[in-house]
């Protein structure tokens, strides 16, 4: 399952983002995502 597929690309076991700025309506998307990441990966910075 992806989370914020808007947001981040897999590719293999890795992701990348694909925007920058994370738009207001995707925000609690991103939040989701890195709070499920497994390796703490993402970080959100605001």
């Known amino acids: ?6 947001i981040f690309k897999m590719d293999d076991e890795v992701a990348a983002t694909i925007m920058e700025e994370v738009p207001p309506d995707l925000q ?3 939040r989701e995502a890195a709070d499920a990441c ?3 990966a993402i970080i959100i910075e605001e």
Request: net charge negative; proline share 17%; aromatic share 0%.
């Open 38 to 40: 497994p390796v703490e």
């Open 1 to 6: 399952m992806a989370l914020c597929p808007e």
């Open 28 to 30: 609690e998307s991103c």
